[in-house]
């Protein structure tokens, strides 16, 4: 049986027309655009390419608002202030002397005393009969010296006697060596009864100082600022610790007892004239001068991060204050040294930054924090700290060096880096601290003005 081939099957790309395809007819010719509108459309595109260019390119900062003044000369005046307490030039503790009971104190803070003013009485009974009986004691003495006085005088009217019977022969030397020596013996007797006698007053003046010491008089003029005992009770007086019953002061004369800084008490000396603000006069302020300067200091939280070490001083008000008190708070400027002629700026101008920045090197690279300290390694060095402030130049701020000498509550001495007149930038503080860097651009604002960009107050 013969094998029949198949019938070739058409192939996609020649396949046959579809009887009812419609047939598209030719496009005509677009007519060429003209030379004119050529040159607008590149126009345009130029156009487009510099807007979009101009838009990515990085726009430079805002100018930073800031605060400025002018360095000027005159006279400084550094101050070292501190803070402290009002006291008593002169205070007094009335104590009781003598063991007993407090039988009358007539006495309240408050009160003015005069010296020798009596305040109070200490039962005196015990302390009287102790007077008495050594006024006896001293009567026994001096009648133990007159007894002696006739004996010595007996013996040597038998001395003499005993003496004129040897020259005839009627007593033998013997009774003349026992005359001689019982007058002397006599007479050593009465020698001690002349010291009981002595003794006997010393201990009769010590009982009548004991029974002075039961009245309380005021050693001073002054004020009764505190009153620690009241009538009926008991003071123990003792040689090894006082027992207060009044304290008094002399409030005509005050002082401020201030504590001044480790690094500020250098500058204080005797004689440097002060002035004391106290906090219940506001608004007020009196002349004091510095009496002492003390040399021991005080250490507080000693051996922990906040340690601070103080020195008191102590500064003599230069008029009485009316209604001031003891305990009363007081701040106190004192004036160390001054300059008559200094190149000065407000004190918020002068700021501080790495030494790195100076010498073009750039801030510190941030980077992971460095690994703890082992015992054997060395620490980290610090990058050093400068002073310096921000000098304006046509619109930019130029950091500079300065060295500072002198301040006050306001002004600083600039001793090198800055001339008078040179305007310099003096806040915000937050800018000034942080964010103003050298060749900045800054915009000089009115104090008390809107900031400008970047240039909120802190």
Known sequence: MATQNPLPMPSPDHAAPAPDAPVLAALPPQPRMSWGKRIVAGLFVVAVVAITVSALRPKPPPPIGIQAVAAKRGPITRLVTAAGKLQAATEVKLSANVSGDLLELDAHEGDLVKKGQVLGKVDSRRYSAQVAQQTAARASAAADVELEKVKVAQ??????????????????AAELDTARSNL???RARQQAAVERVAQAEAA??????????TTLASPIDGVITKRQKTAGERVRGSDLSEDVVLIISTLSKMEAKIEVGE????????GDTA???????PDQKFPATVVEVARNATVKNQGTEGEVTTFFVRLALDHPVQNALPGMSAQASIATD?????????????????????????????GPPAPAQGAGQKKAKRDPLRKVVFVIEDGVAKIRPVETGLASDTELEITSGLKEGEKVVEGPYRVLSRELADGKRVNEEPLGGKPGAGGKKG
């Open 155 to 172: 013996l040597e009217q038998e001395l003499a006697r005993v003496e004129r019977l040897v020259k005839t022969g009627n007593a033998s």
């Open 184 to 186: 002397g013996a006599e």
């Open 204 to 213: 009769l003046s010590e009982a009548r100082h004991a029974l002075s010491l």
């Open 263 to 270: 690094h500020e008490v250098v500058y204080v000396k005797e």
């Open 275 to 281: 002035e004391v603000e106290i906090d219940a006069f």
């Open 338 to 366: 001054t300059r008559d002629s200094a190149v000065v700026v407000p004190i918020q101008a002068v700021t501080v930054r790495p030494e790195r920045e100076l010498t073009g090197a750039g801030p510190a690279p941030e």
